[in-house]
C-alpha cells in the first residue's frame, strides 16, 4: 500500500493535536519523503517542532516552507515567534516586516510585531504595532490585551482603562465579533 502526503498530514495532526508529538513527526517525515516540495507538510512539521519545544528544528521546517512558498503569512509570522523564542530578534523583526509589506492590513502580524517590539522593550514602537492590529481588528481580543500591557507599561492609565473596557465587551458577547 502507498501512503498518501495527505492522509500522513491529517494523521499527523491528529497525533499532535493529542499531545503525541513524536508519533506526528514521524508521519510528517514519512509524508515529506512522498512529497518534499509541499510547503504545507514543512510548515506543520515545523508547528510540530515548536509545541514539542524543538525551537530550532521548528526554524528550520518553517525556512523550508518559506523557501518553497515565499508569502505564506502563517509562515511568516510563525517563523517571526520562532525567532523570538530564540531570542534572535532582528530575524523576527525581519519576517514580521516581510509578512506585513506582503499584508498590510493582516492584524495577527501586526500583533506579532508588537509582541517583539514589547520583549525588546520598546515600549513605544509595541504600542504603535498593536494599536495598528485593533484598529484592522477592533475584536482582536490577543491584541487588546497585549495593548493594555504596553500602555500599562507607558503609563497610559486611560489607554488602559479603555482596553480593559473594550476587552470586557468582547467577554461579555462571546460569539458576537
Not at 70 to 94: F, G, P, R, W
Request: glycine share 4%.
Amino acid at each position: 500500500m502507498v501512503e498518501k502526503a495527505e492522509s500522513l498530514n491529517t494523521q499527523a495532526i491528529n497525533f499532535a493535536a493529542n499531545g503525541e508529538f513524536k508519533e506526528a513527526i514521524a508521519c510528517f517525515k514519512r509524508a515529506l519523503v512522498v512529497d518534499k516540495s509541499n510547503y504545507l507538510l514543512w510548515f506543520n512539521l515545523g508547528i510540530t517542532y515548536r509545541d514539542a519545544g524543538h525551537l530550532q528544528s521548528a526554524k528550520e521546517c518553517l525556512l523550508k516552507a518559506l523557501e518553497l512558498n515565499e508569502t505564506d503569512k502563517d509562515t511568516l509570522d510563525s517563523l517571526a515567534l520562532v525567532c523570538l523564542n530564540l531570542q534572535e530578534y532582528d530575524e523576527a523583526y525581519q519576517y514580521c516586516y516581510f509578512g506585513i509589506d506582503y499584508y498590510p492590513t493582516e492584524a495577527r502580524l501586526w500583533n506579532t510585531c508588537g509582541v517583539i517590539f514589547f520583549n525588546d522593550y520598546n515600549y513605544a514602537k509595541a504600542a504603535e504595532a498593536f494599536e495598528r492590529a485593533v484598529t484592522i481588528n477592533p475584536y482582536y481580543y490577543d491584541a487588546l490585551f497585549n495593548l493594555r500591557d504596553t500602555y500599562e507599561e507607558l503609563g497610559n492609565k486611560v489607554g488602559k482603562a479603555e482596553c480593559i473596557s473594550r476587552m470586557n465587551q468582547i467577554k461579555s458577547h462571546p460569539g458576537e465579533y
